[in-house]
Nanobody, 124 residues
Framework: VQLQASGGGLVQAGDSLRLSCAAS????????MGWFRQAPGKEREFVAA????????LYADSVRGRFTISRDNAKNTVYLQMNSLKAEDTAVYSC??????????????????WGQGTQVTVSS
């Protein structure tokens, strides 16, 4: 599966953004999906994940209550709605797919496919 993230940009603290991740292929519903981010000088960290049919979600403590992950399997797309953005949310955001039929996970090493990232910059 090939993944392409989009929707990043420069916003002010308190603003919202919605990231999208479009996947190729006809078996998108076979993949649990995740969003990760990497800030300059820091390791890539987990943000959110969603199960294959969207019934289960996981969030990092730092974004829970502000970010919402969702998916539309008919459109082969996973979304990350980010509200109440903070300067510390500034990072390159990447989407990832777990191996087919794998369970939802917050561990980046358990994701097999990665898309190019999209830059999110939040000015304070």
């Amino acid at each position: 599966v090939q993944l392409q993230a989009s929707g990043g940009g420069l916003v002010q603290a308190g603003d919202s953004l919605r990231l999208s991740c479009a996947a190729s292929g006809r078996t998108f519903s076979s993949y649990a999906m995740g969003w990760f981010r990497q800030a300059p000088g820091k390791e890539r960290e987990f943000v959110a994940a969603i199960s294959r049919r969207g019934g289960s979600t996981l969030y990092a403590d730092s974004v829970r209550g502000r970010f919402t992950i969702s998916r539309d399997n008919a459109k082969n797309t996973v979304y990350l709605q980010m509200n109440s953005l903070k300067a510390e949310d500034t990072a390159v955001y990447s989407c990832a797919a777990a191996p087919p039929n794998y369970v939802i996970s917050s561990k980046k090493d358990e994701y097999a496919y990665w898309g190019q990232g999209t830059q999110v910059t939040v000015s304070s």
